[in-house]
């Protein structure tokens, strides 16, 4: 009986598609930069349904997106690694997953995020950001490719200008 | 995308010692007239005397012409002209640019977008490519090698640009650095990363005396109001050395002091006396090589 409201809840939480793409294990609080940095917040003329703060046996909370007759190309879908890395992307044919990939990070961003060095040429003249991505210690920067500076990830500002 | 010089990584190794080359032929003999016709555009978006003067020095003496401002004051840049319009304009005209800004990254951006070569004289606390080929030269020509030095950095290691850009380009010659700098203007973390990637070895020290009697090079620096945003921090670190002729009565006979120049309190007079202080003639290196970069960028050397 138990078992049975739980799947009900499941469906009201994510209903399924037909076919598109399922963006799963986003973390909860960058849900919105995930659809800025995919350009969906303008001209988007798929059904869009998206939720955050969805329970995660792993993240806690997390946030889901699914966009139907939309199918990513891996260089578009990187991108969104800057702000979750550990994202799931689910491709649906005909109400079954025929793909699941994972996110890899690019090496390099173009456009997406702002160089925090407030010295930055970017930061002062109308130019797209450019950053080449660098681990230290299993961690991710950016590190600009104009000041040379590094970003810090947790310090990541996404611009109000989407690359795609 | 011609050629351009806007950080030291841009140049390699086998690059670095063919400018070194053609510095050295350019001292033996300074007036060598192959860029007649050529016009050379010195844009000075900041203020700077010895590095604007000689680069047009450097120009004038290959025979090419120099246009170009000082002060950004009399130009379109005081009318809101874009650094992009600015360099695009001045592409037409001539043959290489040389620029300065107080932003960082601009130089990189104004050699994406000029149809000449660019060479970075500077872009805020960023790079400053010119001034470490200088001091490479100047390496190499009071110690005759550039190999297994022991180079002793002192001051302002922080937002000192000299000094990071220095250690990229002997990184290539089996170095060994000291680090002497107060907890507050310490080498960053990413030059240390750098360094230990490359297995070149390097302490830090607070004192200045503890490796002064091991140093082939003293670098000394200055301590650079302009680059804090916090007052009382450069009140506490501004005079934190002070380098004088009796402190170098153990120091090794090859030793010679470096600085880049202006100086303010870091070096006293005394030292200019002795047989270690180099600073003023690694000043008018620079022109040599100068000569030799604009000639490299422009395919005659």
Same mark, same amino acid.
């Given at each position: 009986?138990?078992?049975?409201?739980?799947?009900?809840?499941?469906?009201? %939480?994510?209903?399924?598609?037909?076919?598109?793409?399922?963006?799963?294990?986003?973390?909860?609080?960058?849900?919105?930069?995930?659809?800025?940095?995919?350009?969906?917040?303008?001209?988007?003329?798929?059904?869009?349904?998206?939720?955050?703060?969805?329970?995660?046996? %792993?993240?806690?909370?997390?946030?889901?997106?699914?966009?139907?007759?939309?199918?990513?190309?891996?260089?578009?879908?990187?991108?969104?690694?800057?702000?979750?890395?550990?994202?799931?992307?689910?491709?649906?044919?005909?109400?079954?997953?025929?793909?699941?990939?994972?996110?890899?990070?690019?090496?390099?961003?173009?456009?997406?995020?702002?160089?925090?060095?407030?010295?930055?040429?970017?930061?002062?003249?109308?130019?797209?950001?450019?950053?080449?991505?660098?681990?230290?210690?299993?961690?991710?920067?950016?590190?600009?490719?104009?000041?040379?500076?590094?970003?810090?990830?947790?310090?990541?500002?996404?611009?109000?200008?989407?690359?795609? | 995308?011609?050629?351009?010089?806007?950080?030291?990584?841009? /140049?390699?190794?086998?690059?670095?010692?063919?400018? !070194?080359?053609?510095?050295?032929?350019?001292?033996?003999?300074?007036?060598? +007239?192959?860029?007649?016709?050529?016009?050379?555009?010195?844009?000075?978006?900041?203020?700077?005397?010895?590095?604007? $003067?000689? /680069? #047009?020095?450097?120009?004038?003496?290959?025979?090419?012409?120099?246009?170009?401002?000082?002060?950004?004051?009399?130009?379109?840049?005081?009318?809101?002209?874009?650094?992009?319009?600015?360099?695009?304009?001045?592409?037409?005209?001539?043959?290489?640019?040389?620029?300065?800004?107080?932003?960082?990254?601009?130089?990189?951006? @104004?050699?994406?977008?000029?149809?000449?070569?660019?060479?970075?004289?500077?872009?805020?606390?960023?790079?400053?490519?010119?001034? +470490?080929? !200088?001091?490479?030269?100047?390496?190499?020509?009071?110690?005759?090698?550039? #190999?297994?030095?022991?180079?002793?950095?002192?001051?302002?290691?922080? =937002?000192?640009?000299?000094?990071?850009?220095?250690?990229?380009?002997?990184?290539? /010659?089996?170095?060994?650095?000291?680090? +002497? @700098?107060?907890?507050? $203007?310490?080498?960053?973390?990413? =030059?240390?990363?750098?360094?230990?990637?490359?297995?070149?070895?390097?302490?830090?020290?607070?004192?200045?005396?503890?490796?002064?009697?091991?140093?082939?090079?003293? =670098?000394?620096?200055?301590? &650079?109001?302009?680059?804090?945003?916090?007052?009382?921090?450069?009140?506490?670190?501004?005079?934190?050395?002070?380098?004088?002729?009796?402190?170098?009565?153990?120091?090794?006979?090859?030793?010679?002091?470096?600085?880049? $120049?202006?100086?303010?309190?870091?070096?006293?007079?005394?030292?200019?006396?002795?047989? /270690?202080? =180099?600073?003023?003639? &690694?000043?008018?290196?620079?022109?040599?090589?100068?000569?030799?970069?604009?000639?490299?960028?422009?395919?005659?050397?």
């Amino acid at each position: 009986m138990g078992k049975v409201k739980k799947l009900s809840e499941d469906s009201l %939480q994510v209903s399924a598609i037909k076919n598109g793409t399922v963006l799963d294990h986003i973390p909860a609080d960058q849900l919105f930069n995930v659809i800025q940095i995919l350009g969906l917040n303008k001209n988007c003329s798929n059904r869009l349904t998206f939720g955050t703060n969805m329970e995660s046996r %792993q993240m806690g909370k997390k946030a889901i997106i699914k966009i139907e007759d939309r199918f990513f190309k891996p260089s578009e879908i990187n991108k969104i690694a800057l702000v979750a890395p550990d994202a799931k992307l689910n491709t649906i044919k005909e109400f079954k997953v025929v793909e699941k990939k994972v996110i890899k990070v690019p090496k390099e961003i173009v456009g997406i995020a702002k160089c925090m060095n407030p010295m930055c040429i970017t930061n002062h003249q109308p130019i797209r950001t450019r950053f080449t991505t660098s681990y230290e210690n299993d961690h991710l920067s950016l590190v600009c490719h104009y000041c040379e500076k590094a970003t810090d990830i947790k310090n990541i500002k996404i611009s109000e200008e989407s690359a795609l | 995308m011609p050629k351009s010089l806007i950080s030291i990584s841009d /140049f390699t190794k086998e690059e670095m010692l063919h400018i !070194l080359d053609v510095a050295a032929e350019f001292e033996k003999n300074k007036s060598q +007239t192959f860029l007649q016709g050529k016009v050379v555009a010195c844009l000075f978006f900041e203020p700077s005397t010895r590095t604007r $003067l000689s /680069f #047009e020095t450097a120009a004038n003496r290959l025979g090419a012409r120099v246009i170009g401002f000082s002060d950004v004051a009399n130009t379109s840049v005081s009318k809101g002209e874009t650094l992009k319009d600015t360099i695009k304009m001045v592409s037409n005209y001539v043959d290489l640019i040389v620029m300065r800004h107080p932003l960082e990254g601009a130089a990189r951006y @104004a050699s994406e977008v000029a149809s000449v070569p660019v060479i970075n004289a500077g872009d805020g606390a960023n790079q400053h490519p010119t001034q +470490t080929m !200088l001091d490479l030269y100047t390496i190499k020509q009071t110690q005759g090698k550039l #190999e297994n030095m022991e180079v002793n950095m002192v001051g302002d290691l922080k =937002y000192g640009r000299t000094v990071h850009s220095l250690i990229q380009a002997l990184s290539y /010659f089996s170095p060994k650095f000291v680090f +002497t @700098a107060p907890k507050e $203007l310490m080498m960053p973390q990413e =030059y240390k990363n750098f360094l230990a990637e490359r297995k070149i070895p390097f302490t830090e020290t607070a004192d200045l005396m503890e490796h002064i009697n091991t140093a082939d090079i003293l =670098y000394m620096t200055r301590v &650079q109001q302009e680059r804090f945003t916090d007052p009382i921090e450069y009140e506490n670190v501004k005079n934190c050395y002070k380098l004088s002729a009796d402190m170098l009565t153990g120091c090794k006979k090859n030793m010679r002091i470096l600085h880049p $120049l202006p100086r303010v309190g870091e070096i006293a007079q005394d030292v200019d006396e002795t047989p /270690f202080a =180099y600073y003023f003639r &690694q000043a008018g290196n620079g022109m040599y090589v100068r000569m030799a970069i604009i000639s490299y960028l422009l395919g005659y050397r």
